[in-house]
């Protein structure tokens, strides 16, 4: 399990402006854009994506003082046999798998926070069926349960083993009558809508879960999980906590003292220097994103048409 606190370098009692402050800097020093490596930036957004949210931070601190808490199992005394018990003899709770969804969202989106709908295909309960895919006869060699048990060894050392049913490829029955319309799969294509509310200064990477919107799967659905990306909106780009914009020039622009500049808060006014070196952006300092307390920069282009 990664430890998000050795990530970001902040103890695990650290409070959320000192968290805030160590994912700037280090989102600075490893943003791709600025020669950083992209697997550490995406694991440092991950880290601060967790330790940022008091909820999922409780989570995160309970499963990973107690990682067997995840699979439900308490170890505060507990007859260890209950245990190998639980993982071979009871069922657990069925679980849909979670479907990833890559959502691109943009720069001036991203900045001023704002709610989106998106649409998307999934996978839903064929109901002339009612999801099971036609009629059902339970399995006689694993009686129904999708696995088997096998011992292997001798008379003084045995491992047991559980493994799928290969007779009915671990879905513990199988079909007599298949449906006609899903062809036996159980689910159908559908159209599925959801809003989502984009927090303010969201980043790449940073992942949104919409519980119970994903595919249907033996009669639970499961969880979309979307991936966001932060793609280039109305000439703004987004750069760790920092705003960008490209402004092309105009040949009358560039003999004024001042120039009007779009911002996603109203326009500013931006005082020009007296040398205009275009390699160089233009500063306007804590105008970027205000949870990173980042910069606004602006990238000036000339542009002329030549007659």
């Known amino acids: 399990m990664e430890n998000y606190y050795e990530v970001l370098g902040v103890s695990e009692s650290a409070t959320q402006e000192e968290i805030k402050k160590a994912f700037r800097q280090k989102s600075k020093d490893t943003h791709p854009d600025r020669g950083g490596n992209e697997d550490e930036f995406k694991k440092i957004n991950e880290a601060y994506s967790t330790l940022s949210d008091s909820e999922k931070r409780q989570r995160y601190d309970n499963q990973k003082n107690n990682p067997f808490e995840e699979f439900g199992f308490n170890m505060g005394g507990d007859n260890p046999f209950d245990i190998f018990s639980s993982m071979f003899g009871g069922r657990q709770q069925r679980r849909a798998p979670d479907r990833i969804i890559d959502l691109k969202i943009g720069a001036v989106d991203s ?95 940073q992942l949104i879960r919409a519980q119970s919107m994903g595919d249907y799967s033996e009669g639970v659905f499961g969880d979309v999980i979307f991936k966001v990306s932060i793609v280039p909106q109305d000439g703004f780009e987004k750069s760790s906590g920092d705003l960008i914009y490209n402004k092309f020039l105009s040949i009358e622009e560039l003999n004024l003292d001042e120039i009007n500049v779009p911002h996603p808060n109203g326009d500013l006014t931006v005082k020009m220097p007296k040398t205009l070196d275009t390699s160089k952006p233009l500063k306007v300092a804590f105008k970027g994103y205000s949870n990173e307390r980042g910069d606004f920069y602006i990238r000036l282009f000339l542009k002329h048409t030549r007659l």
């Not at 926070?113 to 060699?141: A, H, L, M, Q, Y």
């Open 111 to 205: 900045f001023v926070g704002k709610k989106i709908d998106v649409s998307f295909s999934r996978k839903t309960n064929c109901n002339p069926c009612k999801g099971k895919g036609g009629d059902r006869e339970k399995c006689s060699v694993c009686n129904g349960s999708g696995s088997v048990v096998q011992r292997v060894g001798n008379a003084f050392f045995q491992n047991i083993m559980q493994t799928p049913c290969g007779a009915c490829s671990g879905k513990g029955y199988k079909l007599t009558n298949v449906c006609n319309i899903c062809n036996g799969e159980g689910r159908v294509d559908e159209l599925q809508k959801v809003s989502i509310n984009i927090p303010v200064g969201i980043s790449d990477g």
